[in-house]
């Protein structure tokens, strides 16, 4: 499994600069995440969240974090004011 998982890691539209990246769209495009609490580290204060729960996070296409809830809902709720393109990660 380690094999396909360097062969994905290598996709060549991870090479793109920034300028062909937007090019293609890459500003209007976002993924939804399942995450764990010990995966947000630095990106939400401790205190707000708790350790072993589980959350979801939508990262633009280039990895930048823009949205980090505890429910689906919120996330349905935060993403329908938006204009992207989505993709959701199982």
């Known amino acids: 499994m380690q ?3 360097d062969i994905h ?4 539209l991870r090479h793109l600069t920034e300028a062909q990246f937007m090019a293609l769209g890459g500003n209007a495009v976002v993924y939804v995440k399942h995450v ?3 995966s947000l580290a630095g990106l939400v204060p401790e205190d ?3 350790s072993g729960d589980d959350y979801h996070i939508v990262v633009s296409a280039d990895g930048s974090p823009l949205m980090v809830a505890d429910s689906e809902e919120a996330v349905t ?3 329908s004011g938006q ?3 989505i993709v959701a990660l199982h």
């Open 48 to 50: 707000e969240i708790e």
């Open 83 to 85: 204009n992207f393109g």
């Open 9 to 12: 890691s290598d996709h060549p």
């Open 77 to 79: 709720d935060w993403l």
């Open 3 to 5: 094999q396909s998982r």
């Open 36 to 38: 764990k609490a010990d």
